[in-house]
């Protein structure tokens, strides 16, 4: 299993950005598909984006598409997510999670082995 560390959150006004970083441990973070995800209080935990391992392919919620940007540097073992022009509705607390399976259209969260600890990113109106 790879261990990951998310950072990045914070408190910003609506129309803010925001990055999030997640660090991977171990020397094959290249094996693994990436992906972030989000909880927000009351609700159930819902994908945001996913990055196949060697970044090519990408996949994004509908909810953040235009506006959110995965992206990984495995050199560095650590996997991105640019938040753009933040809304209220993007407050929630964000997990990184890796996936030993290749990238598809469409992996969700079964697919995801190993997960972060989460940070918190809390979006003012």
């Known amino acids: 299993q790879v261990q990951l560390v998310e950072s990045g959150g914070g408190l910003v006004q609506a129309g803010g950005s925001l990055r999030l970083s997640c660090a991977a441990s171990?020397?094959?973070?290249?094996?693994?598909?990436m992906g972030w995800f989000r909880q927000a209080p009351g609700k159930e935990r819902e994908f945001v984006a996913s990055?196949?391992?060697?970044?090519?392919?990408?996949g994004y919620a509908e909810s953040v598409k235009g506006r959110f940007t995965i992206s990984r540097d495995n050199a560095k073992n650590t996997v991105y997510l640019q938040m753009n022009s933040l809304k209220p509705e993007d407050t929630a607390v964000y997990y990184c999670?890796?996936?030993?399976?290749?990238?598809?259209?469409?992996?969700?969260?079964?697919?995801?082995?190993?997960w972060g600890q989460g940070t918190q990113v809390t979006v003012s109106s």
């Open positions: 990055i196949s391992r060697s970044g090519s392919s990408t």
């Open positions: 999670a890796a996936s030993s399976r290749f990238w598809r259209n469409g992996i969700g969260d079964a697919d995801f082995g190993s």
């Open positions: 171990g020397r094959t973070f290249s094996s693994y598909a």
